[in-house]
T-cell receptor
Framework: DAGVIQSPRHEVTEMGQEVTLRCKPISGHNSLFWYRQTMMRGLELLIYFNNNVPIDDSGMPEDRFSAKMPNASFSTLKIQPSEPRDSAVYFC????????????????FGEGSRLTVL | SQQGEEDPQALSIQEGENATMNCSYKTSINNLQWYRQNSGRGLVHLILIRSNEREKHSGRLRVTLDTSKKSSSLLITASRAADTASYFCATDVLSGGYNKLIFGAGTRLAVHP
């Protein structure tokens, strides 16, 4: 079975440009998570969805970041405008259970999208 | 500050030796999970231990949990070069009204042939 699929794997862009990262979760999973990984801050939870509905976006750093999940098989994380401090690896993960309202089970991670903002 | 902190930050051992990594956390947890990350790859789930469990095994992995000390350890026995990776503990905690999985900073393990 296919795992969590993220695209692009690598993105290099210039400051001020819009960046869109994409994620296809594992079919049948009810929860989807976006994490950001940097050397300085480690893995940070940005936002998660249950059944396509955003539950907790308290980790989204600022209004430049937005995330959507229009259907059960697709989610996007958008940064507009991008800044050099947004450079990081962005991970999408999915889980069979309902996040937030019950104990968090195993997360299945994608391979990540490495973003470099010049 | 992060919920979970791993110790040591880096560990270098020879093949065949055992590797022990520790994780300390600050608040009550629902469960604690360990993940592995190979360089340039995504995280892979290794094992989950619930707050009412004290020890769990999976193959060459042994995880312990001491809720009174708010700590956990991951033991990899008979290590192999292929075990070289970063290992993260993640605590499932109630924060802001929701359960969340919060990751520590990780331990970088190098196993030399």
């Amino acid at each position: 079975d296919a795992g969590v699929i993220q695209s692009p794997r690598h993105e290099v862009t210039e400051m001020g440009q819009e960046v869109t990262l994409r994620c296809k979760p594992i079919s049948g999973h009810n929860s989807l998570f976006w994490y950001r990984q940097t050397m300085m801050r480690g893995l940070e939870l940005l936002i998660y969805f249950n059944n396509n509905v955003p539950i907790d976006d308290s980790g989204m750093p600022e209004d430049r970041f937005s995330a959507k999940m229009p259907n059960a098989s697709f989610s996007t994380l958008k940064i507009q405008p991008s800044e050099p401090r947004d450079s990081a690896v962005y991970f999408c993960a999915s889980s069979p259970g309902l996040a937030g309202v019950m104990n968090t089970g195993e997360l299945f991670f994608g391979e990540g999208s490495r973003l470099t903002v010049l | 500050s992060q919920q979970g902190e791993e110790d040591p930050q880096a560990l270098s051992i020879q093949e065949g030796e055992n590797a022990t990594m520790n994780c300390s956390y600050k608040t009550s947890i629902n469960n604690l999970q360990w993940y592995r990350q190979n360089s340039g790859r995504g995280l892979v789930h290794l094992i989950l231990i619930r707050s009412n469990e004290r020890e769990k095994h999976s193959g060459r992995l042994r995880v312990t949990l001491d809720t009174s000390k708010k700590s956990s350890s991951l033991l990899i026995t008979a290590s192999r070069a292929a075990d070289t990776a970063s290992y993260f503990c993640a605590t499932d905690v109630l924060s802001g009204g929701y359960n969340k999985l919060i990751f520590g900073a990780g331990t970088r393990l190098a196993v030399h042939p």
